[in-house]
């Protein structure tokens, strides 16, 4: 009985010895695994502090001098690595003077970080260096550590003053540039306005010669026609014609010149009263050709030079009239369509129609497509384009050959 007991004792004595053991054997792996985790941190710190791309300086917050410097800080600032050792941050000209170096630090106490931009920098050779610096407070291995993170952005500020000055530079080119445009562009429309005056000038001397021309062949055939032959008539007659035309295509030049150079100010303006108007100019033709025509009232209001627009009006209705097969009998449609802020006002007819790929050039001065079937000048669509281009509006055409046209403008709702 006392042989069990001493047994049972020995057993539990060992068991507890053998928990302690155990206890102790795991502190001890702990605290292996811990260190070897700490020297693994400590390798890549080291690693990341050895290759950073930026430059790393470690102080003492108590002794306010560098404990270490990564070899990037090394070739920025062009000391040794034992030269930087122990010197405050004022001493390797990072900042002003050993005041700011200690209100920085002050700063960083308080806040536990601080940061500065564009903070000059001088090398060991007197280089400047424009840097930007970040420090913060953090504990190593339980004590205080001070980490001043410095970018190097000289470079980054060359490229920008650079850029800034390109901008000024582009900024004073095209300032210049814009002025020569605008002399240029008002010497051309000076150029212009005397070509147009000039072409109303030769135009109105020129119409003196020609009544006389056409006044002497029409009284040539009236009171010698009987004792001329033929021939003889048939050229004094020729000239007369000529002379017709000529009148007509002076008048048109006049006319297109005028509407060039009056000056237009645009108000309200009535679409029935200048629709009105400008069938009035063409009542006779009208009547000679028993042409048919219909306006869709009501019409609106747009925002027009009055005179300029009868013009407009009245040419696209001469060419309604003057346009179409012999023997058929002309139908005009003249309607307004409101769009948002514009009128469109157009003029249809039953007429010859036009190519599309003529469609364009004919708003253009002395095109004619069609120069012996049918009179005309080949500028009434030109003074057209021009009335309603200075009425600040658009002007088009839908044509097909055969089946009619509709000249479109379009002008503001007034």
């Given at each position: ?104 630090l002050?700063?960083?106490?308080e806040?536990?970080?601080?940061r ?84 109303y ?8 010669p ?7 062949s ?51 303006v ?7 108007s ?6 006779n ?32 209705i ?14 005009i ?8 802020a ?73």
């Amino acid at each position: 009985m006392k042989a069990r007991t001493a047994q049972r004792r020995y057993a539990h004595k060992r068991g507890i010895k053998s928990k302690r053991t155990r206890s102790v054997v795991l502190r001890t792996q702990a605290r292996r695994r811990a260190a070897a985790a700490l020297k693994r941190s400590e390798i890549r710190y080291r690693r990341l502090f050895e290759a950073a791309n930026e430059g790393i300086i470690l102080v003492d917050p108590d002794t306010q001098r560098i404990v270490d410097v990564n070899p990037f800080m090394v070739r920025l600032l062009g000391y040794a690595r034992e030269e930087l050792l122990g010197k405050q941050l004022w001493q390797i000209g990072l900042l002003k003077d050993e005041e700011a170096c200690k209100k920085a630090l002050r700063e960083l106490q308080e806040q536990g970080f601080i940061r500065y931009e564009d903070l000059p920098l001088q090398t060991k050779e007197g280089q400047h260096r424009e840097v930007d610096f970040v420090s913060n407070v953090y504990r190593e291995n339980g004590h205080r550590i001070i980490q001043c993170d410095i970018r190097d952005i000289t470079e980054r500020e060359r490229t920008e003053k650079a850029l800034r000055e390109a901008q000024a530079e582009l900024a004073c080119y095209a300032g210049g540039l814009e002025k020569q445009v605008a002399a240029r562009t008002a010497e051309l429309e000076a150029s212009a306005k005397q070509l147009e005056t000039f072409v109303y000038s030769i135009a109105h001397d020129l119409r003196g010669p020609l009544r006389a021309m056409q006044g002497f062949s029409q009284m040539l055939v009236q009171r010698y026609g009987p004792v001329m032959n033929e021939i003889g008539r048939e050229y004094a007659e020729r000239i007369s014609d000529s002379a017709q035309f000529m009148d007509r295509l002076i008048v048109d030049l006049l006319d297109f010149s005028r509407i060039s150079q009056q000056a237009i100010d645009l108000g309200p303006v009535n679409l029935e009263t200048a629709v009105n108007s400008a069938l009035s100019r063409h009542e006779n033709e009208i009547q000679e050709k028993n042409a048919h025509v219909e306006v869709f009232s009501p019409l609106a209001t747009v925002l027009a030079h009055e005179p300029t627009l009868g013009q407009v009006l009245a040419n696209l209705i001469s060419n309604a009239l003057k346009f179409v097969d012999p023997g058929l009998q002309p139908h005009i449609r003249i309607r307004a369509e409101e769009r948002a802020a514009i009128v469109r006002i157009s003029v249809e007819d039953n007429g010859i129609g036009i190519p599309v790929e003529q469609q364009e050039r004919i708003f253009q001065v002395f095109q004619r497509l069609h120069t012996t079937t049918y009179p005309g000048t080949g500028i009434g669509l030109a003074i057209v384009h021009k009335g309603v281009e200075r009425m600040k509006g658009r002007v088009g055409v839908e044509s097909t050959p055969g089946q009619g046209s509709r000249f479109w403008i379009e002008l503001a709702k007034a």
